[in-house]
């Protein structure tokens, strides 16, 4: 019994450290798409603004 509820903690302790990884993954590909998407504004920003200017 006592081998079954260590090896029962095992996996969930497996699960749990999965799980913490892939939202510590998520929140970073998250941050990374904000910045990406960030990045684009200001770009389409500029070339409205030299556009603009060119007139």
């Known amino acids: 019994m006592a081998i079954n509820s260590y090896v029962s903690n095992q996996s969930s302790a497996w699960k749990t450290s999965i799980a913490i990884t892939k939202t510590l993954r998520d929140a970073k590909e998250t941050g990374r798409f ?4 960030q990045g684009a504004k200001t770009e389409k920003l500029m ?5 603009s200017n060119e007139v």
């Open 34 to 37: 904000i910045n990406r998407l």
């Open 47 to 51: 070339m409205d603004i030299n556009r």
